[in-house]
């Protein structure tokens, strides 16, 4: 993964300085509250509903067992023992004090990391596949890439200061894994026609209470023209983008009221004039950077272990977790493991101390030492030899982080809600609870297979919940918690939004809900190989709605 | 109103701001770029050094032909968090090489943005009148030694060609 040298070290150093100086000046009077206010969400902090809350940058998802290990005595030091990953690949800490952290920024920085924009109205952490690097559909790594674009973002002087925040997302296989369609930015690495690497780019999806998917407005961006283009769309959206009215001023309002022929032919304007040569990327200089992400030194006998294969016949357990949470390599003879952090009666997305050290440890053992979060919020040890992940697996299993469900029903996504959130209209834990109970009976899971839940506590759409297959949202009606059910939506190729069913249901009707859809489903689906997308595609919005507003459904 | 330039030094401004109405006095004034546009027939011909006010709404394809020979354009701020005025500045340095006095003035006008404006290509900066001079100047002295991943527009950077010698991973 991409190593620091002194030059990475003392920009983060200077700006952990800074920070403390910005908390200083705030806490003696010196600086207005409005302004520290921009200041401090620049560096990941808000001031949630109970505490601060410190939102730590994960760039594309990618940790080292050292970082991973930091963050869980920083949760013991500075927090109540825990931490929460999100939808965005990023780690938040719920409950640190605002004096301290600038000291826990210290300590990030002594792991190389920060919480440099993490929030704010400017470019927030660069996603990407959680799969990097190891997924068989993959045309090249992307992380070079997004290094090269997360430095390029970081204090870019110019786009500091924007409408609204503006986040950038990059894929380069044939599932996008990165939900890259609903970033204000979606970077898909392609080659030409005739071979040559490049880009597809993608501009003005998003989510919130306007949820829109990006259109792509160039098929084709030769390799070393990113940073040109990228600095063409940011200076239109600079200039042009909404300031009057918050709830307009991402890009995607920008590109809808020009339309996106209009918007296309800005940036093009716009770019035609920028020195594409001082931008290049040039060949030594994306070289260096793959060096940084090269593959470790698998073991070429690793495919003849036979242990691996035993197990899964011998341990019926093992096998149900490999068949939900383990996928292929590229490499033949390693496995892709996946931490569930969906167990019962844990928010989705939250992980112990004790369970980051534990996860830290078997990434040393097992997985050359790095650990990658998703933006479904679970973790990844993505090098794992076959004849390891039985005791990757029971090692797991006794941390609590083996629950075989992933891309099920109950790997739901979901926003920290009301919970934590001041902007939460709704809870979504105590929802996601709900539904986890209504449906850990595992083998019923397995009939219903791949499905994905987003759920959000409000409009702003932290949990997806617009390309959730279901998506729940949470909605303040006369001070009670409801909730929006659509139907439909997804983040990968085929993204499309979800319809919404018809009014919203009370917090005591939505598990039950969620129940009816299902079993609409399992009724209607042509066989278990029609996944409930697919089902749902085919046959429409009208039977699930009968069912859903039948007498009975909202006695 | 506290005038302090790119080196630190902080001093009176030698320009008065002219109202729309105003009549034309003698030294050197700013007017807005509503007058500049009404006028400049006649102010063009002024001996006189005439600096122009610049909303962050212009659209300086339009307005460089206007600019292009003004001795001072002041760039505003009307909000802490509104940074149109940095996209106005990069593109009068580098695209149209605007080589006068470039003053940033408004509520960003702050220690906390000043290693940016520097390094957008700002050279003057009207001091926003609760801002401690004193931290302001300090932070235009060591914003020589801040690490950016950027090209710099300010004139001595001399950092940012080291790293471009030293590594060249990004476009530095």
């Known amino acids: 993964m991409y190593q620091y040298d002194e030059y990475d070290q003392r920009l983060v150093d200077q700006r952990v300085a800074q920070f403390r100086d910005q908390t200083r000046r705030f806490l003696a009077g010196e600086l207005p509250e409005d302004e520290f206010r921009a200041l401090r969400l620049r560096n990941g902090l808000y001031l949630q509903r109970f505490a601060p809350m410190l939102r730590i940058a994960v760039p594309y998802g990618l940790l080292s067992s050292t970082q991973l290990r930091m963050l869980a005595r920083i949760a013991r030091t500075y927090d109540k023992g825990y931490g929460h990953f999100t939808t965005r690949q990023n780690l938040q800490f719920n409950w640190p004090r605002l004096e301290q952290v600038p000291d826990i920024l210290a300590d990030l920085a002594s792991v ?12 927030r952490n660069i996603t990407a596949d959680h799969l990097a690097g190891v997924a068989a559909d993959e045309l090249v790594d992307p992380r070079p890439y997004c290094e090269i674009t997360r430095q390029w973002a970081t204090f870019h002087p110019e786009f500091n200061w924007l409408p609204r925040k503006f986040k950038i997302a990059f894929s380069s296989s ?20 005739v071979g040559e690497l490049g880009y597809s780019i993608y501009v003005g999806g998003g989510l919130g209470r306007m949820p829109m998917l990006a259109h792509c407005i160039r098929p084709f961006l030769p390799e070393a023209d990113l940073l040109s283009y990228l600095e063409a769309v940011l200076r239109i959206y600079n200039r042009l983008g909404r300031r009057d009215n918050i709830h307009r001023a991402r890009i995607k309002i920008l590109v809808k009221e020009l339309g996106p022929e209009r918007f296309t032919e800005l940036v093009e304007a716009e770019w035609a004039q920028i020195d594409r040569a001082a931008f290049a990327l040039s060949a030594e ?271 | 109103m506290r005038l302090v330039k790119r080196n630190g030094v902080i001093g009176a401004d030698p320009y008065r701001r002219l109202a729309d109405d105003a009549p034309l006095i003698d030294g050197p004034v700013i007017v807005s770029w509503t007058r500049w546009m009404q006028e400049q027939a006649t102010l063009q011909h002024c001996a006189q050094p005439i600096g122009v006010q610049l909303p962050n709404t212009t659209d300086l394809a339009a307005a460089w032909p206007l600019l292009a020979n003004r001795p001072l354009i002041e760039l505003e701020f009307p909000a802490f968090g509104d940074g149109r005025a940095y996209s106005q500045a990069v593109l009068l340095r580098q695209r149209y090489r605007y080589a006068g ?49 950027q090209h710099g527009l300010e004139p001595t950077v001399a950092h940012v060609g080291a790293r471009r010698n030293h590594r060249a991973d990004v476009h530095v």
């Open chain 1, 112 to 123: 190389q990391m920060h919480a440099i924009q993490t929030s704010g109205n400017c470019i």
């Open chain 1, 285 to 555: 200089a994306l070289t260096r950077m793959r060096a940084h992400f090269t593959a470790p030194a698998y073991a070429a006998d690793a495919a003849a272990d036979p242990r691996f294969d035993a197990a899964v016949r011998a341990d019926r357990a093992f096998a149900a977790f490999v068949k939900r949470n383990v996928r292929a390599h590229r490499v033949d003879g390693y496995k892709v493991v996946f931490v569930s952090l969906k167990a019962p009666g844990v928010a989705p997305g939250d992980i112990t101390a004790e369970q980051m050290d534990r996860v830290a440890a078997l990434a040393d053992r097992y997985s050359f030492g790095e650990v990658r979060a998703t933006h479904d919020q679970n973790l990844v040890l993505a090098d794992v030899a076959q004849s390891d992940v039985h005791a990757v697996w029971l090692a797991l299993r006794d941390a609590g982080l083996a629950t075989p469900n992933i891309g099920l029903l109950t790997d739901l996504i979901c926003c920290p809600g009301l919970d934590f959130c001041s902007l939460a209209n709704a809870g979504s834990i105590g929802v996601a609870a709900d539904i986890n109970d209504r449906f850990d009976a595992l083998d019923h899971l397995y009939d219903i297979g791949e499905l994905k839940l987003k759920m959000s506590g409000c409009m702003n759409g932290c949990g997806h919940h617009s390309v959730g297959h279901i998506g729940i949202l949470g909605v303040d009606k006369k001070g009670e918690e409801w909730y929006q059910v659509t139907l439909g939506g997804s983040a990968e190729n085929d993204a499309s939004l979800g319809d919404r069913t018809g009014p919203s249901f009370s917090r005591a009707q939505i598990a039950d809900a969620v129940e009816r859809i299902i079993a609409v489903y399992l009724e209607q689906r042509r066989s278990e190989d029609e996944a409930f997308l697919a089902c749902y595609r085919r046959i429409g919005m009208a039977p699930f709605k009968a069912r859903l507003y039948a007498e009975e459904a909202v006695a």
């Open chain 2, 101 to 149: 006095e470039l003053r940033a003035q408004g509520l960003a006008v702050v220690q906390d943005q000043a290693a940016e404006l520097l390094r957008c290509g700002f050279d003057s900066f009207a001091l926003r009148a609760d801002q401690p001079s004193d931290g302001f100047i300090e932070r235009l002295k060591t914003a020589g030694q801040q690490t950016w991943y």
């Open chain 1, 174 to 193: 044939t599932t996008d894994r990165a939900a890259t369609q609903v970033h204000d930015i979606g970077v898909h690495i392609v080659r030409s026609e």
